[in-house]
């Protein structure tokens, strides 16, 4: 069973930084991209981050590019975000998700395997 999990989330103030981790514990599986999405209360998932894992191509959010950094460690089968100049609005739940074939990348539904989340809470 593959399972990802995600860590690194907590409580900041604004302007302070982050860095998420999601580790594969499970079954191993052929991995096409992985990326992060975020979802706030009362609000719909929202698309965050990716990066291909062959070529390591990423893409983001305009609301988070040039501030947050994805990255990941093929050996180690992990992937990271790096949360620099958090804000108050980057408030969520953070999740990693796993892509196995072509995607969409801001496309939640395209993504096969999901994390259980990990709370960013940022404080102004």
């Known amino acids: 069973q593959v399972q990802l999990v995600e860590s690194g989330g907590g409580l900041v103030q604004a302007g302070e930084s982050l860095r998420l981790s999601c580790a594969n514990s499970g079954r191993t599986f052929k991995t096409y991209a992985m990326g992060w999405f975020r979802q706030a209360p009362g609000k719909e998932r929202e698309f965050v981050a990716t990066i291909s894992w062959s070529r390591g191509v990423t893409y983001y959010a305009d609301s988070v590019k040039g501030r947050f950094t994805i990255s990941r460690d093929s050996a180690k089968n992990t992937m990271y975000l790096q949360m620099n100049s958090l804000k108050p609005e980057d408030t969520a739940v953070y999740y990693c998700?796993?892509?196995?074939?072509?995607?969409?990348?801001?496309?939640?539904?395209?993504?096969?395997?999901w994390g259980q989340g990990t709370q960013v809470a940022v404080s102004s």
């Open positions: 998700a796993a892509a196995t074939g072509p995607f969409i990348p801001s496309q939640a539904a395209h993504y096969t395997y």
